[in-house]
């Protein structure tokens, strides 16, 4: 395979955003609609069968041998080091939903930890998963080896570690599963050595390759990275200085984009991940205490804001409106530029979508993923939109396991596509589905019904070390 993909922050470099000058709006506002709307019997009975045909997506597709979760499926791919981080998580919740017991779920658990644990590690470019503790992106699916010359991933190395943080404290009982469960995760976490990764102190740089060492790319302003800051900065053996934060949070831009004044980051993706294991309500670090908000108030405004720019529709796109709307990274129809009714349009297959103050990047595509993964943040508006895509599109977008990855109603002129399908009127629909953008799907619908990977990860030692090191205080925190 030749197309082997960026990770969705890298598939954001090198993209040049669109001005979005235009499309800010001076007058700022903040969301009007309850935050815990009731919920009617339909949309109860819809999140009661995503959550389950999500959680089965893991289940079935994920390797029973080792554990190691597909970066999509029915296409078949490599491991996803993320999505193997998203699959752990998805399988407490199966427990709570009783879609499996306890015990299954721990065996699952407890053979993807020791598999990723014994794993080799070394500095070699072959016949490894990974080195100082951190794992190559994508994964052989039989061998769990590099995948041809993929980076060591720093970003996808701490998805997978909040999957392994999070089935540390959820899985407590007394038995020798549960606890091997517990001793396998303090392992792995305990031996990344996110120091090593600071080469040029004080922010982490996104990756490393044996061919030529570190990728000159680091962690700074807000995006899916959260999460690996927390995880830096409260290891107890490898430790990054707080340092690290103030560089992190010290390149955010603060500005209004259609009617929210927000910490700007184009693809909701940016906004989504690191909120499926830290409960930002009600705490706040430094920048937040000075704007007077949270992190998942600005999650809140940047899903509304991108709504709003739906709405507006400045591309002219079909079917945008207030149910239909999402920019993130996803897979797209076609790499090609075309003139389209006097208009020149320009597709393409995977990438990051994002409108935001910083930049605009839409070609019409639309992943489910991106209210999936804001239920929690705005149910008011995420739940409807997902309920009308899953009756305005039927079978061509919600099938098996849930929500396929994307589509592109607009992508609808006899032109075949890269991948996915076209349908007459329609217009285009993957045909895949992608763990990591399953998994923001089942956790935040989870964490919107019953908090469960929230109020499991603020027992959590690490996370609370890692947020009180970054300056977070407040809420429960404090407890």
């Not at 831009?253 to 940016?270: M, R, S």
Request: proline letters at 7%; aromatic letters at 14%; a neutral charge.
């Amino acid at each position: 395979m030749n197309d082997v993909r960026l990770s969705p922050r890298r598939a954001l470099i090198g993209v040049v955003f669109l001005l979005a000058a235009c499309a800010t709006n001076s007058t700022v506002t903040g969301p009007t609609l309850p935050s815990s709307p009731q919920l009617t019997p339909r949309q109860t009975a819809f999140l009661d069968t995503l959550e389950q045909r999500t959680f089965v997506w893991f289940w079935d597709r994920s390797d029973a041998r080792t554990g190691l979760a597909p970066d999509r499926w029915p296409t078949k791919s490599f491991s996803s080091v993320a999505a193997v981080g998203f699959a752990l998580t998805a399988y407490p919740i199966g427990v709570e939903r009783q879609y499996v017991t306890r015990s299954a779920a721990a065996e699952r658990v407890l053979t993807t930890l020791r598999f990723m644990y014994n794993a080799p590690q070394g500095p070699q470019a072959t016949n490894v998963t990974g080195y100082k503790g951190f794992f190559y992106h994508f994964l052989d699916m039989q061998t769990g080896y590099r995948f041809e010359q993929v980076e060591l991933s720093t970003i996808d190395t701490s998805l997978l570690m909040a999957g392994v943080l999070f089935c540390q404290s959820y899985f407590t009982g007394a038995d020798p599963t549960e606890g091997a469960i517990r001793a396998y995760a303090d392992s792995l976490y305990l031996r990344v050595d996110w120091q090593w990764a600071r080469p040029k102190p004080p922010l982490v740089s996104m990756g490393w390759r044996p061919e030529n060492g570190f990728i000159d790319y680091y962690w700074h302003g807000l995006n899916e990275a959260i999460i690996l800051n927390v995880l830096a900065l409260g290891s107890p053996t490898h430790p990054v200085d707080p340092d690290a934060w103030t560089a992190y949070t010290s390149t955010y831009l603060w500005a209004p984009f259609y009617g929210q004044q927000q910490v700007n980051f184009p693809p909701l993706f940016g906004h989504q991940y690191s909120h499926v294991w830290i409960d930002f309500r009600g705490i706040q670090d430094s920048f937040m205490r000075a704007h007077g908000i949270d992190y998942f108030e600005n999650s809140r405004r940047a899903t509304y804001s991108q709504r709003a720019y739906a709405m507006a529709n400045p591309g002219g796109w079909k079917d945008y409106g207030p149910n239909i709307w999402g920019l993130t990274a996803g897979d797209g129809p076609i790499d090609t530029t075309l003139m389209v009714a006097g208009r020149q349009r320009t597709f393409q297959t995977y990438t990051a979508r994002g409108a935001a103050a910083d930049g605009i990047h839409d070609d019409g595509t639309i992943g489910p993923t991106a209210a999936g993964g804001s239920v929690a943040f705005t149910p008011e508006i995420a739940i409807p939109a997902l309920v009308a895509m899953r009756e305005k599109y039927g079978d061509n977008l919600f099938s098996t396991y849930g929500f396929f990855d994307s589509f592109n109603p607009s992508f609808d002129f006899g032109l075949a596509p890269r991948q996915g399908k076209t349908v007459p009127g329609g217009g285009w629909f993957d045909t895949d589905y992608l763990g990591i953008d399953q998994g923001p799907i089942i956790a935040m619908v989870e964490n919107y019904r019953s908090d469960l990977v929230w109020k499991t990860m603020r027992k959590n030692p690490y996370i609370i070390a890692g947020l009180k090191k970054a300056g977070f205080t407040g809420g429960w925190l404090e407890h």
